[in-house]
């Protein structure tokens, strides 16, 4: 792929390439599914040359995310110890000690480290985080959170993934989740599919 494309690879078996800018979410029921997701997501942004930024939380915090990504390719230290992906927990990027740090504050982060990714040569900025730290009491300031990062993200060369445990919502806030995101990322089956949310 040409190093302008405004296309990257996905990385999950059947959705193959997305385009920067895309806001994404994908819903999973336990550890192992998580892993299944973002392994492969980051492996992708990895080949395609982008900096990649894991904001974990349980039941896959930083340290076990790491020891994942390391299980799962041979070149993940490097890549850890250059820079190229960083792994941290989610109290380190979206929390302070009030709770959620607000939409704009995190929004912002995301903007500079996508800005930093480029000047240093990356071809973009790849980014997750597994939302099963919120509390109640930050649900509707993390949804406008959510859709300001939808807007905020166009024509900016960011994909994201956001991760939302199952059990933890009901099916009123899966609805609500996936209209905050461009498209939710399904899988029903042995593949994954594009759920289109807009």
Known sequence: MSEHSHITECGLPGINRIPYGLHACHFYPGREQLVE?????????LRAGERCIWVAAPPLPA???EREL???????GDAIARGAVRIL???HWYTGSAGFKGADVV???WLDEEERALAEGCTGLRLTGNTSFLAPKDWEKFMEYERIVSAGLQGRR????????LPDI?????????????????????????LATR
Do not use: N
């Open 158 to 165: 960011i994909v994201a993934l956001c991760s939302y445990l």
């Open 89 to 91: 927990d989610f109290d």
């Open 170 to 194: 009901s099916s009123e806030k899966v609805m609500e989740v996936m209209r905050a995101h461009g498209c939710t990322f399904d899988h029903p089956d042995t593949g994954w599919q594009v």
């Open 37 to 45: 997701a973002l392994v492969p997501y980051f492996l992708a942004g």
């Open 107 to 109: 929004v912002k982060l």
């Open 63 to 65: 340290d076990q995310a």
């Open 70 to 76: 390391r299980a799962a390719w041979s070149g993940a």
